[in-house]
């Protein structure tokens, strides 16, 4: 297809063939024959299809945002002849990416590496990978789609931070169903027998229905669990800087229980967002789901804390918001937690209704502070 440039070159050719022709300007009219030999030129040099092959990954598919991700492409010449006047061209979060191409002789290989932006969170869409193929002039662009559109998901930006105490005495080894007390463990889900598994766990019904030996799975509830409770509320936050820093805070927190294996229940204004066991890669799963957690228009967080009255008595509350004015629905439910923790992001409003003396406030406006802070309350 034509380009601006050869669009405005092919019309300034005929206007200038024709007029020089109509009025016998002859340095006209060869300026105009020439334009549009210019075009057909184009035209000829573009119109062969490269024989390419390319491949294109994404490297890390998974980042904190901030950190450097890289779009690989490797491309290959299958054809007969040379390549040259290619570029790459990749769509990343809404912008063009280009990276020229050297000339490619035939079976050579070359592989492309440029920077995806990353400065955003969330579920960044990448590609679909174009080849481009160009004349010398820039007058005609040949375009031809290669591979699936893929996507980073830039996760949020986390702290090393220890796990704070709950005020009773747990499980230290995390959730070992085989080791823990029969007294502490509930059920969890059925799953295939694998060898080793405790013959006395085999659910014999699901067994027969399958026709595959099938155990129950035991969780240890006794395990120091952590309720957190992110304020996904735009207007208890002073700017989008301090949203993402207040995710950034729920998650170094969300991933401080799950490096130890305790159960996690990660709560937003609206509702539950994940529950976590204690088993498996719970970091990932929630670092992924708060990578997509967005910023929504609600006037009260108290629909975050509903269902959270029911508390054993034990496990740790942690309450991450900007906004300190609606901090008095904490008292309404700090009595099924051993620890209540509220975490206060940015320049906080604290004029607001207070909350009881064994409610411990931290403010932060960056994840040192956080850091910081935290391993305070966590020898307290």
């Not at 390419?52 to 490297?59: D, K, S, W």
């Not at 789901?289 to 609600?298: I, M, N, P, S, W």
């Amino acid at each position: 297809m034509l380009s601006g440039t050869g669009w405005g070159t092919l019309a300034g050719g005929a206007v200038l063939t024709t007029t020089g022709y109509a009025l016998g300007y002859g340095e006209a009219a060869a300026l105009g024959v020439t334009c549009l030999l210019a075009v057909a030129f184009a035209v000829l040099w573009a119109l062969p299809a490269p024989v390419l092959g390319a491949e294109r990954r994404i490297v890390p598919s998974r980042v904190s945002r901030g950190d450097p991700a890289e779009g690989v492409v490797v491309l290959t010449n299958t054809g007969s002849r040379a390549r040259r006047g290619l570029r790459a061209v990749d769509r990343c979060g809404g912008q063009d990416i280009t990276v020229e191409v050297p000339a490619l002789n035939p079976g050579a290989t070359h592989e492309l590496r440029y920077p995806l932006p990353t400065a955003r969170r969330g579920r960044v869409p990448v590609g679909p990978l174009r080849l481009e193929r160009t004349d010398p002039l820039g007058l005609v662009r040949r375009m031809r789609p290669y591979g699936e559109p893929d996507t980073v998901l830039v996760r949020p930006r986390t702290c090393p931070l220890p796990v704070l105490p709950s005020g009773q005495a747990h499980h230290v080894e995390g959730p070992a169903s085989d080791t823990a007390d029969d007294g502490s463990l509930t059920f969890h889900a059925l799953r295939e027998y694998v060898l080793g598994d405790d013959l006395r766990r085999v659910h014999w019904r699901s067994t027969a229905r399958t026709g595959t030996l099938m155990v129950r799975q035991m969780i240890d509830v006794s395990l120091p669990h952590t309720t957190l409770v992110l304020d996904t509320r735009r207007p208890a936050y002073a700017s989008g800087d301090d949203f993402e820093l207040a995710v950034d805070c729920a998650a170094s927190i969300a991933c401080a229980a799950a490096r130890s294996h305790f159960p996690v229940h990660l709560v937003g204004a609206t509702g539950p967002i994940l529950r976590t066991d204690g088993t498996g890669d719970d970091g990932d799963a929630l670092l992924d789901a708060l990578a997509v957690v967005r910023g929504e228009e609600l006037a009260s967080v108290t629909a975050a804390f509903e269902g959270l009255e029911r508390g054993r008595g034990d496990g740790a509350l942690v309450v991450v918001t900007g906004d300190a004015r609606g901090l008095g629905v904490v008292d309404r439910v700090r009595r099924g937690f051993g620890r209540v923790t509220v975490v206060l992001v940015g320049d906080a409003d604290t004029d607001g209704p207070g909350t009881a003396s064994d409610v411990r406030q931290l403010r932060v406006t960056s994840l040192d502070e956080l850091a910081a802070g935290w391993r305070r309350e966590a020898v307290r």
